[in-house]
């Protein structure tokens, strides 16, 4: 075991707390990574609060990992020491049912082992992201480009594929008017890419204060969804919307903004019921669906994707101590746009 130091929730109603946490033994198909950043995503802040329900304390967070493995088991073989490496929302999968065997890991029908609160091989508690390193199976490590800077990679690992993979999946690209509800974390990540696919853009944000972002991101159009006429004005438009706010909102109202076949996928996940009036799906035969994060391939994918297009995720890198403060100002919406960890700022254990 490798004893390393982390960040840890103590309870669903303290702040975190620097801590030590055990590693397991680097198995034949392990990789060590020592973790340089680790973004905090939204989900992070559900997880410990216990917003998604019960979780195990303490426990460790974080699952937008960046580093560089240290070292690999003697049947590793897509790895060597050295090289640049993410980890993101999964560390495992039952590997036999018929969406794993379709290389969907994320939709494993017995669910995905998550890269925290899940149970790990070996039955412990995954613990995640704030810490120095990981050991993660090479099958669930991913390659990061050499274009992209690691600080401004780690987001790609869960805000890069969750937005990548819907926007791949219903073809946002020339001719496509695609719209992202919310610009924070997975937002600016969506405006990113679905420009990048060659879409064109409209963000549906609360009001317009990050309208200049907007633009830089790629956006063609910017509406304040605290202005009725934005529903009027944008009624029936677009072929896909992707809804990332982590708060309850009135879908009916999103939905009537679609038209003939238009998709609303949720990615945003807040744990109250999201009900849709079924004469609003009648109207122009819309659809109501969801995406979690992508597969290992499909993540994969999207890095290739981002650095061959010079995009990658707007971040502020912050030592382990502010992590606390971080999550107040995420709530706030007070974030531009992913708080990133420089896990050297971790106490040494
Ligand atoms: P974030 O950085 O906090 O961004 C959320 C954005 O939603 C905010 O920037 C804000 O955008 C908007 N917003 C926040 N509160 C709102 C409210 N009360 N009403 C309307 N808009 C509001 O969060 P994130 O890290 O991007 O995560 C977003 C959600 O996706 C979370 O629920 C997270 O758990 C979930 N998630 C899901 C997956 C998946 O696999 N499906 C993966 C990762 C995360 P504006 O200021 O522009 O309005
Ligand atoms: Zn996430
Ligand atoms: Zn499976």
């Given amino acids: 075991m490798l004893t390393v130091s982390a960040y840890a929730a103590p309870s669903a109603t303290e702040p975190l707390v620097p801590t030590t946490i055990e590693r397991r033994d680097v198995g034949p198909k392990d990789v060590l ?33 960046v580093g560089e493995v240290t070292e690999v088991g003697a049947e590793v073989s897509k790895f060597e020491v050295g090289q640049r490496v993410g980890v993101g929302c999964m560390v495992g999968s039952c590997r036999e049912c018929e969406n ?57 690992l869960c805000a890069g594929i969750t937005t ?29 890419i679905a420009a990048a696919m060659g879409a064109e853009v409209t963000v549906l944000s609360r009001t317009l204060a990050k309208h200049e972002d907007a633009v830089a991101f790629g956006a063609d159009a910017h509406y304040a969804t605290s202005e009725d006429a934005t529903f009027d004005e944008l009624a029936n438009r677009f072929d896909l919307i992707v809804n990332t706010v982590s708060a309850p909102l009135d879908m009916n109202r999103y939905l009537s903004l679609l038209r003939l076949d238009g998709v609303l996928v949720a990615v945003g996940a807040p744990p109250e019921p999201l009900p849709v009036t079924a004469f609003t799906l009648f109207a122009t035969r819309r659809s109501f669906a969801g995406s979690t ?35 107040e100002r995420v709530l706030a919406g007070d974030v531009r746009y992913r708080y990133v960890i420089d896990t050297a700022t971790l106490p040494a254990v």
């Avoid at 992070?44 to 426990?59: F, K, L, S």
Wanted: with cysteine; charged share 20%; proline share 5%.
């Fill in 33 to 65: 990574i020592a973790i340089r950043y680790a973004g905090i995503c939204h989900s992070d802040i559900h997880t410990v609060r216990g917003e998604w329900g019960d979780i195990a304390y303490p426990q460790v967070v974080g699952h937008e990992i």
């Fill in 100 to 156: 794993c065997r379709a290389g969907m890991e994320n939709y494993c029908l017995k669910g995905n082992i998550q890269t925290y609160t899940g149970v790990d091989v070996d039955g412990s508690i995954t613990q995640g992201g704030y810490s120095t390193h990981i050991v993660v199976d090479e099958d669930f490590v991913l390659r990061v480009p050499e274009a992209i800077p690691y600080e401004a990679a780690a987001p790609l």
């Fill in 164 to 192: 990548y993979s819907p926007l791949a999946h219903w073809k946002a690209g020339p001719g496509k008017r695609v719209a992202v509800v919310g610009m924070g974390g997975l937002g600016h990540m969506a405006v990113k």
């Fill in 293 to 327: 994060i992508g597969s290992i391939a499909e993540t994969q994918e999207m890095l290739d994707f981002c650095a061959e297009h010079g995009i990658a995720s707007t971040v502020e890198v912050i030592p382990a101590e502010q992590i606390n403060e971080a999550y």
